[in-house]
């Protein structure tokens, strides 16, 4: 029974019919929800908490997705249980998501897990039943932001750089993004405000206001943003909502706060603690930071130069190691030419000497007798220097002449214990 329900409820959103559908829960029948919820979540799959960002509304059905996974849970308005739609792995990697409802499609936005964050933006596929990456036109910062919401078709992405309690008055930490969800595009928007942002912060769920954001953590109301003046304000006095009563933290204590039209209704272990008017909550407690009406392209010089800069660096080392390249290779060339040149004009100067018949046996004649190598015979001859082909042939010519002027004075033997090899007996009395 439980199968065809799910598949009546995701043709139900495949074919758009909830786009004539207006929300209709109370909140007290969110509370009942997130109560059933927070009990089946907790028994049945994962010991994770639900937050009052984990659920959007759809008519009389509540889509209900736990932080930090990609579970999908239906509530339909009076029922005592959950139904799963989705078919979904725990994936852990989504923690601090931002979650959307947009042109009744579900959207989950940014978020941390595994040690990084991110900016992506995924989609839940009814079909699939799964969760689908939507591919952004521009790129945003890869993590993710401290705060974002849509407002019309826009989706407002404020990012924080290298926070630091010490500098939290650099207008440099913040950069504003905003993805037009129609095109799909992605791109800095100018925005230079002091920084006075809380960080880690969830987007509470609301019902039927057109005029109220409001984030917080832990039940605390932190930031509300005014959508119809575009003003941005901070809590810096606003009492605890629960009137004393201490939660067991993680959410895990069933206090929700619940925003309908122009208030905050405050639910503890089902019963109503407080009505909380948000105008007079905002005159009491809050204090402007900020004014997102006049909210121009960012195309500061320095921005726009950033990129032409390093494309101009990356030219500039290109062509240089180019040039040391071509320079390296003209070098080596010209290098070689010298070399084979220098090693011609030795080769010649070294075939004159065959040619030269004007011998100086001084060094010969002042030998004692004996006996001496073919090397220590080239030394005396004063050609040990030539290549040795050319050396043998230059010794032959200069014995032969030698032998012509005084035979008998040298002679050539066989060495007695290599027979490849001459020794050159000198009989010089």
Known sequence: MRFLKQIFIAVFFIFGFTSKLVASFTPKQIQKGLDIALKEVRTHYIPISIFESDYLLFGDSMIINPIGTHY???????????TRLDKSNFHGHNFGRSLYKYENQIYAFGGYGFWNSHSKLIKYNWTDREWDLVYLKG?????????????????????????NEHKQDSFELLKFYVVNLKTLQASRIDYTQKNEFMSNLF????????????WGVNHMILHIYNKQ????YV?????????GKSGEGQHRDYNWLLIEDDNIQIISQGEILDNININQYVQLYCKKIGDFNRLNPYIEDEYRNEGEN??????FALVLVVVLIISSIIFLTVKKKISIGEGKKKVNNYYSELNDH??????????YFGVYTEKELDIALKIYHLPKDIRVLKRSQMLFALNKMKPGFIERKI???HSNQFFYEIKNF
């Open 72 to 82: 999908i849970f239906l509530y339909m308005k009076g029922d005592d249980h959950l």
């Open 139 to 163: 790129q945003l910062p890869d993590r993710s932001p401290i705060l974002s919401f849509i407002d019309g078709d826009s989706l407002f992405a404020l990012f924080q750089f290298n926070p």
């Open 203 to 214: 987007q509470y769920q609301s019902i039927g206001t057109k005029k109220w954001i409001i």
């Open 229 to 232: 003046t575009k003003e941005m």
């Open 235 to 243: 809590n810096f006095s606003g009492p605890w909502p629960f009137r």
């Open 310 to 315: 390093a494309y101009k660096k990356w030219t």
């Open 358 to 367: 004007e011998y100086n046996f001084d060094s010969l004649f002042q030998l």
């Open 415 to 417: 060495h007695p214990k």
